[in-house]
């Protein structure tokens, strides 16, 4: 197998070799496009924002995000953010903005097992297209295609215009599920529903690599 994919490499032309890398510069960049949807509403940012110095030049965050840890700190600062709403969630349990916030704090830094265990619980309560966004996101961090999208699929019945499901959805498809026609589909389905999407020009270079992604194939 390994010496027939090497032979099909070296029949590349040198063009098709340059598409594909371009291509897989592409969806890696697109990946990091990925943007925590949920914020809970009852808590400032400062409520989950672990005390520790950020990274050095971190980005501005917006109304309820977690500042995400530095690499090098380790999980017991992760734990001692997390100890005050695990506490709140022993008195109320369904509390949905708690398990929101420590969905966040652990999806903020990259422990996506327990971001989904929360978030999970969350829209059992609620179940907000956000939540159900950032929840198929996390899937997708452990591997999980398919699931990723179907939690897409059920943000996207409760709001079918949501930008971040619609982007994340396109992504799953393209580089978790290797169909680049589905995902020119959806994202030209979220430029038809938002036309000012702010993220309008990246989506169209998605779309153009997409297909020549297709063209390859």
Same mark, same amino acid.
């Given at each position: 197998?390994?010496?027939?994919? %090497?032979?099909?490499?070296?029949?590349?032309?040198?063009?098709?070799?340059?598409?594909?890398?371009?291509?897989?510069?592409?969806?890696?960049?697109?990946?990091?496009?990925?943007?925590?949807?949920?914020?809970?509403?009852?808590?400032?940012?400062?409520?989950?924002?672990?005390?520790?110095?950020?990274?050095?030049?971190?980005?501005?965050?917006?109304?309820?995000?977690?500042?995400?840890?530095?690499? %090098? %700190?380790?999980?017991?600062?992760?734990?001692?953010?997390?100890?005050?709403?695990?506490?709140?969630?022993?008195?109320?349990?369904?509390?949905?903005?708690?398990?929101?916030?420590?969905?966040?704090?652990?999806?903020?830094?990259?422990?996506?097992?327990?971001?989904?265990?929360?978030?999970?619980?969350?829209?059992?309560?609620?179940?907000?297209?956000?939540?159900?966004?950032?929840?198929?996101?996390?899937?997708?961090?452990?591997?999980?295609?398919?699931?990723?999208?179907?939690?897409?699929?059920?943000?996207?019945?409760?709001?079918?215009?949501?930008?971040?499901?619609?982007?994340?959805?396109?992504?799953?498809?393209? %580089? $978790?599920?290797?169909?680049?026609?589905?995902?020119?589909?959806?994202?030209?389905?979220?430029?038809?529903?938002?036309?000012?999407?702010?993220?309008?020009?990246?989506?169209?270079?998605?779309?153009?690599?997409?297909?020549?992604? $297709?063209?390859?194939?």
């Amino acid at each position: 197998m390994a010496n027939s994919a %090497q032979t099909q490499n070296q029949n590349w032309t040198p063009m098709q070799a340059y598409v594909l890398a371009t291509i897989c510069l592409a969806v890696g960049i697109a990946i990091g496009y990925f943007i925590r949807s949920s914020a809970s509403p009852a808590q400032p940012a400062t409520s989950t924002t672990v005390s520790e110095p950020a990274a050095p030049n971190a980005g501005a965050m917006g109304p309820g995000q977690v500042q995400a840890i530095p690499q %090098q %700190q380790s999980a017991q600062v992760v734990a001692a953010a997390a100890k005050p709403m695990l506490d709140a969630l022993q008195a109320n349990p369904n509390d949905f903005d708690k398990l929101v916030q420590l969905g966040n704090l652990y999806y903020d830094n990259n422990v996506y097992p327990e971001a989904i265990t929360y978030y999970t619980r969350a829209v059992k309560v609620r179940p907000d297209p956000n939540v159900l966004t950032d929840l198929g996101t996390a899937y997708f961090y452990t591997g999980d295609s398919k699931t990723a999208l179907t939690k897409f699929d059920e943000a996207l019945k409760q709001d079918p215009k949501l930008a971040n499901a619609l982007f994340n959805t396109g992504i799953v498809k393209w %580089q $978790g599920m290797k169909d680049p026609k589905g995902a020119i589909e959806v994202w030209e389905k979220l430029l038809r529903e938002n036309p000012n999407y702010e993220g309008k020009q990246k989506i169209q270079e998605l779309i153009e690599r997409a297909k020549a992604h $297709g063209s390859m194939g």
